[in-house]
Each structure stands twice: as C-alpha cells, then as structure tokens.
C-alpha cells in the first residue's frame, strides 16, 4: 500500500511565522501535490510537483511556496502566516490518475 | 466551466436506506471520474471511479451512475451502514497543460443513524 506521510498532525503558529509542512511518500511516485481542505469548497490545489525540482501553480499559490529537493520529499512553505491560512492541508502523491493523500495537517494562524 | 458541482451539502439517512450524491460538470474534456471518501482526521481514500464509456460501475454496496448526455454522475449506497458515515467526494479528471489535472466537488457529509 502507499504511505503517504505528513510531519504534522496539528500545529499552532502565530501571524507571520514562516512555517514548513512536510510530506513524504514511500511509492516512487513522480507526482506530489498539495491541497487545502476547507468546509463547502472541497480540496483546492496549491501546487504540484512533477519531478525533483520541479514546481508548478495550482489554483491558489498566493502566499505559498514549495520544494522538492528529493523525489519522496514535498515540502509547503508558507512564508509569511496569516489568519486566512488557518485550513487542513493535505498532500498526495500520485501515478496515472489516482490521487493517495496523507492524513493531513491541521493548521491554525493566531 | 472546470468546475464540479456535488450536492447534497449534507445527507442523513437511516441504517439499509441508500445514499445518493449527484455531481455535475461541464467540461466534456474530463475523462476520468473518481469518488473519495474521508473519514474524520484521515485523508480522503478512493472508493470508486468510472470512465465515460460506462453508464454503470459497481463495487459491493457502492454505485456510480454516469450520464454522458446530461453530464451528470452520481454514486449510490446501497444498505448504507453506520461505518458509510464519512465526507465524500466527486472529482473529475483530464489531462492540462502535461498533468492530470484533477477537480474536486465540495464534498458531501452523510450520517447513517442506526
């Protein structure tokens, strides 16, 4: 089965922090995404990785960043945290057309 | 028109009724069409897709039903059971810009009371 995991389950940052969410896969999967999960507006994509270094936009990258420095490691950055990044975050990895998520973090600005 | 459309927001059904949840879409390029299901702090999992050269695909209690001409789909559970109680998703699917783009609808809750 895949594993898909994420360093944190719930943290806590102040308004803005820099803040790093990690995401490791252990299928060897070319793909790696990252979503943010809030109520009544399904699974939005911040961005996706196609290959090591790589990095595309998804639909909301604002405040956003991303790095690959290895084929199993996505990691999210949010630079700067706002109040308006308080969300679920979820990270996938992928090969064809399925989607396998991690269990997510749960993130909350102050 | 790269949306998808899922109703309803939330569903309450009794323990052997079945559940259904409708999506909608409007992109004829989608190609591929998955549901996801999550439970209470895990990530969403696939349960069932389809492709749109099947009206019908079945997996156990669980249903889905494509209509090419209306672009609609829908996935149905048959007995639904206190453990179907989960978020779930539709997504459809299509190839943009090199990747599989994929759309999720906003997700629907279902409570199955005993």
């Known amino acids: 089965d895949v594993k898909v995991t994420q360093s944190s389950r719930y943290l806590v940052k102040r308004t803005g922090e820099k803040v790093f969410l990690e995401c490791v896969q252990d299928m060897d999967h070319e793909n790696m995404f990252w979503y943010r999960q809030d109520p009544g507006l399904g699974l939005r994509l911040i961005y996706f990785s196609y290959d090591v270094k790589m990095k595309e936009k998804g639909d909301i990258p604002e405040g956003y960043s991303v790095s690959r420095e290895k084929k199993e490691r996505f990691s999210l950055i949010l630079e700067s945290a706002s109040t308006n990044q308080t969300s679920m975050y979820l990270c996938a990895s992928s090969f064809l057309q399925g989607r396998y998520f991690g269990p997510g973090t749960r993130l909350t600005v102050l | 028109q790269q949306q998808v459309k899922q109703s309803p927001q939330s569903l309450i059904v009794q323990k052997g009724g079945i559940s259904i949840i409708n999506c909608a879409y409007e992109?004829?390029?989608?190609?591929?069409f998955p549901w996801y299901q999550q439970f209470p702090g895990k990530g969403p999992a696939l349960l069932i897709a389809i492709r749109p050269d099947v009206s019908e695909k079945k997996e156990g209690r669980f249903t889905i039903s494509f209509n090419k001409s209306a672009k609609q789909f829908s996935l149905h559970i048959m007995d639904s059971q206190p453990g179907d109680s989960a978020t779930y998703f539709c997504a459809a699917s299509m190839m943009s810009g090199g990747y599989n783009k994929l759309i999720f609808g906003a997700g629907t809750r279902l409570a199955v009371h005993p």
């Open positions: 992109n004829t390029a989608f190609d591929y």
